[in-house]
C-alpha cells in the first residue's frame, strides 16, 4: 500500500451512503459496527462467509524458528492464531481486469492440445465426408466392360473418339463435352476433342445414331476404328430418309447394318464392344 | 457465520431494519470491491486493509501439466489484518492449520 492509492475512511464512507442512499453519518456508523461485530466473530474463532465477495477465518501457526531482524540473533516465534481472507473468485476477477487478457504460457508446447480442441475433430470429419463424395465421383469414373471410359483418351488433341454407344447411354453423354464444331450444309469438320457420339447428338439429337455417320465416311477413316477420328476432316453426314425421332425402314435398316459394320471393325481390333454391337445388330435385322 | 447472521447481528445492535442492514453491507462490499478494482486500498478500522498486490510475470509449476510454465503479470486482492484484530485473534484456539508465515 503506497500514500497516493489510499482512500480515507471519511471518503469511503461518503460512497458508501451514496450507494445505499442513507446519510453519510449513518454509513459511518454502520461501517464502524460492521467491523467490530467482525472482529467479535473472529476472536471467537468462527469464519465469516460474505457472497461473492470472500471468507474471513483463523488458521493456527505452530511454534517455529526465525531470526530477529535487526540483530540476525534466531529466536523462536510462539504458536499463535493468525486471520485470513480468502477472496472468492469474483473478486479475483474483478481485480484482475487490467491483465485479464493474458494467459498461461507453457515452457515445453503441448502437442496434443489439438486433441481438446473441437475445431480440429470437424476439420477432420469435413475432410472425411469430401473424401467419401471424391471417391463416390471415382467409382462413377471406373471403366467397366459395360460402360468404357472415353473421356481420359479424349486429352488427345489430335485424335478425336466416338463414344460407346448401347450400354454405354447413360455413362456416356456426360462424359463428352459438346466441342464447338463447324457445321457445314452437309459435313462437319471434326475438331480436337469431338467425337462421333458428339457429332451425331449435336446433329441430330440422337446420340446412338452415330454408327451411321460411321459407316457414311469409313472410306476415308484409313483406322477403321471408330474411337479414332482424326481432327481437321470433314465427315458427311447421311440424309435420312425420316428423322431419329420417327425413323422410316430404310433408316432402321442403313442403321442395323451400320451397327453390324461397327462390331466388324471392333473384332477386328480386339474391342470387347464387339458383341454388344453384335448381339445389337442382330437383334434389329431380325425385326 | 453466514452473510445472514451477519446482517441480522449488525441490525440487532444497531436496533436498525434487516433490509437496511443487508443494503448497507451488500454496498460496503461492492464499495470495497469496485476501488480495488481501480487500485485503490481501504482501510477499516479495527479490522484491517483491502488492498491490492501485482505479481510480475514469473515461472511457476503447473500441476495441471504436470510441468513449469510461465505465469502472466496478475493482480490479487489481499487482505492484511489491523494490528487490533491481530492481537485480538493472537491466542485463541482455531482447528485450521494454517501456512507458517
Known amino acids: 500500500m503506497t500514500e497516493d492509492n489510499k482512500i480515507t475512511l471519511h471518503s469511503f464512507t461518503e460512497l458508501v451512503a451514496r450507494r445505499a442512499r442513507v446519510s453519510s453519518a449513518d454509513a459511518n456508523i454502520y461501517v464502524h459496527q460492521l467491523a467490530k461485530t467482525m472482529a467479535e466473530e473472529l476472536e471467537k474463532g468462527d469464519y465469516i462467509h460474505l457472497y461473492r465477495f470472500g471468507r474471513f477465518h483463523t488458521t493456527h501457526v505452530e511454534e517455529q524458528m526465525g531470526h530477529d531482524p535487526n540483530s540476525g540473533e534466531p529466536l523462536t516465534i510462539p504458536g499463535h492464531t493468525r486471520v485470513h481472507f480468502h477472496p472468492y473468485s469474483s473478486l479475483r476477477i474483478a481485480v484482475n481486469a487490467p491483465f485479464s487478457q493474458l494467459r498461461i504460457r507453457e515452457l515445453t508446447p503441448d502437442k496434443t492440445a489439438w486433441r481438446t480442441r473441437s475445431g480440429a475433430w470437424v476439420l477432420a470429419a469435413l475432410v472425411i465426408v469430401l473424401l467419401i463424395l471424391l471417391g463416390i465421383n471415382w467409382q462413377d469414373g471406373i471403366p467397366t466392360q459395360d460402360a468404357p471410359l472415353v473421356a481420359h483418351t479424349n486429352q488427345n488433341s489430335d485424335i478425336a473418339i466416338p463414344a460407346p454407344v448401347a450400354a454405354a447411354a447413360a455413362a456416356a453423354p456426360a462424359e463428352v463435352k459438346p466441342a464447338p464444331t463447324k457445321a457445314l450444309a452437309t459435313g462437319v469438320i471434326v475438331s480436337p476433342g469431338d467425337t462421333l457420339w458428339a457429332i451425331a447428338e449435336t446433329r441430330w439429337g440422337a446420340p446412338f445414331w452415330w454408327p451411321i455417320i460411321y459407316v457414311e465416311n469409313r472410306a476415308e477413316l484409313s483406322r477403321r476404328n471408330p474411337d479414332l477420328i482424326d481432327s481437321g476432316i470433314t465427315l458427311r453426314i447421311p440424309v435420312l430418309a425420316g428423322s431419329v425421332n420417327s425413323p422410316k425402314d430404310t433408316d432402321l435398316r442403313l442403321k442395323s447394318n451400320a451397327y453390324q459394320i461397327v462390331a466388324d471393325d471392333y473384332r477386328k481390333l480386339g474391342n470387347p464392344r464387339a458383341s454388344e454391337y453384335g448381339t445389337v445388330a442382330a437383334r434389329w435385322s431380325k425385326e | ?101
Open chain 2, 1 to 101: 457465520m453466514d452473510q445472514s447472521g451477519l446482517i441480522e447481528q449488525v441490525a440487532k445492535e444497531l436496533g436498525i431494519s434487516n433490509t437496511l442492514s443487508q443494503r448497507l453491507l451488500r454496498s460496503t462490499l461492492r464499495e470495497i470491491r469496485d476501488l480495488l478494482r481501480v487500485g485503490h486500498a481501504v482501510t477499516i478500522p479495527h479490522l484491517g486493509t483491502f488492498d491490492t498486490a501485482t505479481y510480475e510475470e514469473h515461472r511457476g509449476f503447473r500441476p495441471a501439466s504436470h510441468d513449469f510454465a510461465i505465469f502472466p503479470k496478475r493482480r490479487v486482492p489481499v487482505f492484511r489484518t489491523g494490528t487490533l484484530l491481530r492481537d485480538g485473534v493472537h491466542d485463541i484456539e482455531s482447528q485450521e492449520e494454517g501456512a507458517p508465515t
